[in-house]
């Protein structure tokens, strides 16, 4: 079946230190990705896509993800983190190319120590 | 341009009580999406209006329905509301014609059911 996993539903890094979210895909066609982040409160924002134009791909605020087929991987990484960064990410993907039902993963909750 | 506007933000019912949320897409989306969100289920699709039709369906019961207008709002409806029903109800809008464009989350309304 096609699925999303997101490896580690807690993690905690310090500030100015590295984040590294990661996020696994299961799927015979290599599917479309997102990174999206949830403050507490509020809907799904969207940090970056996917979609088969680059394997790097560049975020919002200082966030980059790589695409990589061989370990059917899409992990997120920050160079540095800052304490707004602390939120919850999820990881999706649409499977179906034509049907708009994206499959998220069960999302990582993010805690930057000070 | 303005994002995706849900109405209520918050909501508390009675169960066997039934409520009617309301979204309001992206300038110039066709596509709106629900999705909900729970602690134990983490976030699951309900399904996809595109052009006033439903396109997609997730693994609900009848008791959860939606439409969609003319001018691409959206409404969803639970009848019948079960304590389970407690929820962040998300909606999404995207152009719907392919992939590429990724859904825009509204930061959704919280239904309590006591």
């Known amino acids: 079946a096609q699925s999303v996993t997101q490896l580690g539903s807690h993690v905690s890094v310090s500030e100015g230190a590295l984040v590294l979210l990661r996020c696994n895909y299961s799927?015979?066609?290599?599917?479309?990705l997102f990174w999206y982040v949830q403050y507490p409160n509020q809907g799904l924002q969207l940090l970056l896509k996917?979609?088969?134009?680059?394997?790097l791909v560049k975020g919002i605020n200082g966030f980059e993800a790589e695409f990589k087929k061989s370990e059917t991987s899409f992990h997120l990484t920050k160079p540095s983190a800052h304490m707004s960064d602390a939120a919850e990410y999820f990881c999706?993907?649409?499977?179906?190319?034509?049907?708009?039902?994206?499959?998220f993963g069960t999302g990582t909750r993010l805690t930057i120590i000070p | 341009k303005a994002g995706v506007t849900q109405t209520p933000r918050y909501l508390i019912k009675t169960r066997g009580q039934q409520v009617t949320l309301s979204c309001s897409p992206i300038?110039?989306?066709?596509?709106v999406s629900w999705y909900q969100q729970t602690p134990g289920q983490g976030l699951q699709f309900l399904f996809e209006?595109?052009?006033?039709?439903?396109?997609n369906k997730g693994n609900f019961p009848g008791r959860f329905s939606g439409r969609q207008f003319s001018n691409s709002r959206s409404e969803m409806n639970v009848s019948t509301l079960e304590l389970g029903d407690s929820a962040l109800y998300l909606c999404?809008?995207?152009?719907?014609?392919?992939?590429?464009?990724?859904?825009?989350f509204g930061n959704g309304t919280r239904l309590t059911v006591t």
């Open positions: 999404a809008s995207s152009l719907g014609t392919d992939n590429n464009s990724p859904l825009h």
């Open positions: 799927s015979s066609v290599p599917p479309y």
């Open positions: 996917y979609t088969s134009a680059a394997t």
């Open positions: 999706a993907g649409f499977f179906n190319f034509g049907n708009e039902k994206l499959t």
């Open positions: 300038s110039g989306h066709r596509s």
């Open positions: 209006y595109f052009s006033e039709t439903q396109r």
